[in-house]
Nanobody
Framework: QVQLVESGGGLVQPGGSLRLSCVAS????????MGWYRQAPGKERDFVAL????????VYADSVKGRFTISRDNAKNTVYLQMNSLKPEDTAVYYC?????????????????WGQGTQVTVSS
Protein backbone atom coordinates (compact mmCIF):
# COMPACT_ATOMS: atom_id res chain seq x y z
CA GLN A 1 0.00 0.00 0.00
CA VAL A 2 0.99 3.60 -0.64
CA GLN A 3 -0.27 6.58 1.31
CA LEU A 4 -0.34 10.04 -0.25
CA VAL A 5 -0.75 13.34 1.58
CA GLU A 6 -1.18 16.60 -0.31
CA SER A 7 -0.58 20.10 1.02
CA GLY A 8 -0.13 23.63 -0.23
CA GLY A 9 -3.57 24.55 -1.46
CA GLY A 10 -5.28 27.81 -0.64
CA LEU A 11 -6.77 31.02 -1.95
CA VAL A 12 -4.78 33.03 -4.46
CA GLN A 13 -5.52 35.97 -6.74
CA PRO A 14 -5.53 35.57 -10.52
CA GLY A 15 -1.97 35.71 -11.82
CA GLY A 16 -0.60 34.40 -8.56
CA SER A 17 1.33 31.23 -7.73
CA LEU A 18 1.02 28.21 -5.47
CA ARG A 19 3.13 25.12 -4.92
CA LEU A 20 1.44 21.86 -4.06
CA SER A 21 3.31 19.03 -2.37
CA CYS A 22 2.52 15.33 -2.18
CA VAL A 23 4.39 13.09 0.23
CA ALA A 24 4.30 9.36 -0.42
CA SER A 25 4.82 6.69 2.21
CA UNK A 26 4.50 2.93 2.40
CA UNK A 27 5.46 0.69 -0.53
CA UNK A 28 7.33 3.40 -2.44
CA UNK A 29 9.26 0.81 -4.44
CA UNK A 30 6.07 -0.09 -6.29
CA UNK A 31 5.53 3.42 -7.71
CA UNK A 32 6.44 4.06 -11.34
CA UNK A 33 4.68 7.37 -11.90
CA MET A 34 3.06 10.15 -9.93
CA GLY A 35 0.33 12.40 -11.23
CA TRP A 36 -1.78 15.40 -10.36
CA TYR A 37 -5.46 15.59 -11.19
CA ARG A 38 -8.09 18.19 -10.43
CA GLN A 39 -11.83 18.23 -10.05
CA ALA A 40 -14.03 21.30 -10.13
CA PRO A 41 -17.57 21.24 -8.69
CA GLY A 42 -19.94 19.35 -10.96
CA LYS A 43 -17.16 18.27 -13.33
CA GLU A 44 -15.13 15.13 -13.93
CA ARG A 45 -11.66 14.59 -12.51
CA ASP A 46 -9.18 15.91 -15.11
CA PHE A 47 -5.54 15.09 -15.71
CA VAL A 48 -3.09 17.91 -14.94
CA ALA A 49 0.45 16.49 -15.04
CA LEU A 50 2.49 13.37 -14.42
CA UNK A 51 6.12 12.48 -13.80
CA UNK A 52 7.88 9.16 -14.06
CA UNK A 53 9.39 8.21 -10.70
CA UNK A 54 12.61 7.08 -12.38
CA UNK A 55 13.90 9.15 -15.27
CA UNK A 56 11.67 12.11 -14.54
CA UNK A 57 9.81 12.21 -17.86
CA UNK A 58 6.84 14.57 -17.65
CA VAL A 59 3.50 15.02 -19.42
CA TYR A 60 1.16 18.02 -19.08
CA ALA A 61 -2.41 18.79 -19.97
CA ASP A 62 -2.63 21.43 -22.71
CA SER A 63 -4.51 23.74 -20.36
CA VAL A 64 -1.55 24.04 -17.98
CA LYS A 65 1.46 23.81 -20.30
CA GLY A 66 3.86 26.68 -19.76
CA ARG A 67 2.22 27.60 -16.42
CA PHE A 68 2.56 24.49 -14.24
CA THR A 69 5.67 22.45 -13.51
CA ILE A 70 5.73 19.00 -11.94
CA SER A 71 8.89 17.82 -10.20
CA ARG A 72 9.99 15.20 -7.72
CA ASP A 73 12.45 14.71 -4.91
CA ASN A 74 13.05 10.99 -4.65
CA ALA A 75 15.03 11.37 -1.42
CA LYS A 76 11.98 12.95 0.23
CA ASN A 77 9.43 10.76 -1.58
CA THR A 78 7.75 14.00 -2.59
CA VAL A 79 6.21 15.31 -5.78
CA TYR A 80 5.55 19.00 -6.33
CA LEU A 81 3.26 20.96 -8.60
CA GLN A 82 4.41 24.56 -9.09
CA MET A 83 1.48 26.56 -10.42
CA ASN A 84 2.13 30.00 -11.89
CA SER A 85 -0.09 32.51 -13.69
CA LEU A 86 -3.13 31.00 -12.05
CA LYS A 87 -6.55 31.62 -13.56
CA PRO A 88 -10.03 31.39 -12.03
CA GLU A 89 -10.64 28.28 -14.17
CA ASP A 90 -7.82 26.53 -12.27
CA THR A 91 -10.05 26.49 -9.20
CA ALA A 92 -10.58 22.88 -8.14
CA VAL A 93 -9.66 20.22 -5.66
CA TYR A 94 -6.23 18.92 -6.65
CA TYR A 95 -5.44 15.26 -6.11
CA CYS A 96 -2.11 13.49 -6.06
CA UNK A 97 -2.03 9.95 -7.44
CA UNK A 98 0.49 7.12 -7.73
CA UNK A 99 0.66 4.46 -10.41
CA UNK A 100 2.34 1.04 -10.39
CA UNK A 101 2.05 0.85 -14.17
CA UNK A 102 5.15 0.86 -16.35
CA UNK A 103 3.09 2.51 -19.09
CA UNK A 104 2.74 6.29 -19.20
CA UNK A 105 -0.95 7.07 -19.02
CA UNK A 106 -3.02 10.16 -18.31
CA UNK A 107 -6.12 8.10 -17.53
CA UNK A 108 -7.11 8.06 -13.85
CA UNK A 109 -7.79 4.32 -14.11
CA UNK A 110 -4.01 3.79 -14.41
CA UNK A 111 -3.49 5.15 -10.90
CA UNK A 112 -3.72 2.83 -7.95
CA UNK A 113 -3.46 5.22 -5.01
CA TRP A 114 -4.97 8.64 -4.36
CA GLY A 115 -4.61 11.36 -1.78
CA GLN A 116 -7.56 13.14 -0.17
CA GLY A 117 -7.08 16.31 -2.18
CA THR A 118 -6.26 19.94 -1.47
CA GLN A 119 -8.46 22.89 -2.44
CA VAL A 120 -7.10 25.56 -4.77
CA THR A 121 -9.22 28.65 -5.23
CA VAL A 122 -8.24 31.39 -7.67
CA SER A 123 -10.32 34.50 -7.08
CA SER A 124 -9.98 38.23 -6.59
Amino acid sequence: QVQLVESGGGLVQPGGSLRLSCVASGSIFSINAMGWYRQAPGKERDFVALIRWNGGNTVYADSVKGRFTISRDNAKNTVYLQMNSLKPEDTAVYYCAASRSYLTSTSPVAYNYWGQGTQVTVSS
